[in-house]
């Protein structure tokens, strides 16, 4: 009987009957916990006439940091406003004569879910503060502690003394002025915020640094200035 079953099997493969094979293992490129979430990280904060700004669809993996989400796990792109989406999606064209103020707002799918991002267009050489910027100077507090990071968004700051992981001093909403210069800060949060803020002044770009004259963002000890402070980043 055993020999009579070898033969068989021999007769079926050689007749070419499939061998078996193990099961293919699941998909899981666009598997992950669902209680993240997905965002878009842009090559540059401002959004100035002409400019071709990078595009980078992630995902929030603290404390293991960020992941770029590959292009086979995103669906349904679209733009509107003035600019246009490249063909690959790493990238978008903001027109040369876009008004400035005017918004873009792009979308697309994550495995289902919708991202959406919006974008204000500035002036091609217009004076903007977004960026996050480190303090190089503070004629009046120098004995002061320094603001390691000053973050402007399109709306909202955020004063940081000891930067560490994503804390923030205090933080905000704003308004400028780039033809006066005039500068108002409003604290609306924070984890620690200063005594005798002042939050009222004037900003200006001078030699790619960010100048401001007439504010103090305070002090972590609770230490307030005599007079002035004009800080340079």
């Not at 002061?144 to 990071?149: A, I, N, Q, S, T």
């Not at 984890?191 to 770009?205: F, H, K, M, Q, Y």
Request: hydrophobic share 35%.
């Amino acid at each position: 009987m055993a020999l009579h079953g070898i033969a068989l099997l021999l007769t079926m493969v050689a007749a070419g009957q499939p061998e078996a094979r193990e099961p293919e293992p699941p998909d899981t490129t666009c598997l992950w916990p669902p209680d993240r979430s997905n965002f878009t990280e842009f090559s540059t904060p401002v959004f100035r006439q002409g400019a071709t700004i990078g595009i980078r669809a992630k995902r929030d993996q603290m404390p293991a940091g960020y992941r770029d989400l590959p292009a086979e796990c995103l669906s349904g792109w679209s733009i509107e406003g003035p600019a246009e989406l490249s063909a690959d999606r790493r990238s978008l064209t903001i027109r040369p004569d876009a008004p400035p103020g005017s918004e873009i707002i792009l979308r697309y799918n994550v495995k289902g879910e919708p991202v959406l991002a919006r974008l204000r267009v500035v002036a091609r050489d217009a004076v903007v503060l977004t960026g996050r910027w480190g303090q190089r100077a503070a004629a009046g507090c120098e004995s002061l502690d320094p603001v390691r990071e000053l973050e402007f968004g399109p709306e909202r700051f955020s004063v940081t003394f000891t930067p560490f992981e994503s804390y923030k001093d205090y933080w905000g909403s704003y308004s400028f002025d780039p033809q006066t210069g005039a500068l108002r800060l409003t604290v609306t949060g924070g984890n620690r915020v200063p005594s005798g803020l002042d939050l009222e002044g004037t900003a200006r770009i001078e030699d790619g640094h960010l100048v401001l004259e007439g504010l103090f963002l305070g002090d972590r000890s609770g230490r307030v200035p005599e007079g002035g402070c004009r800080y340079r980043f």
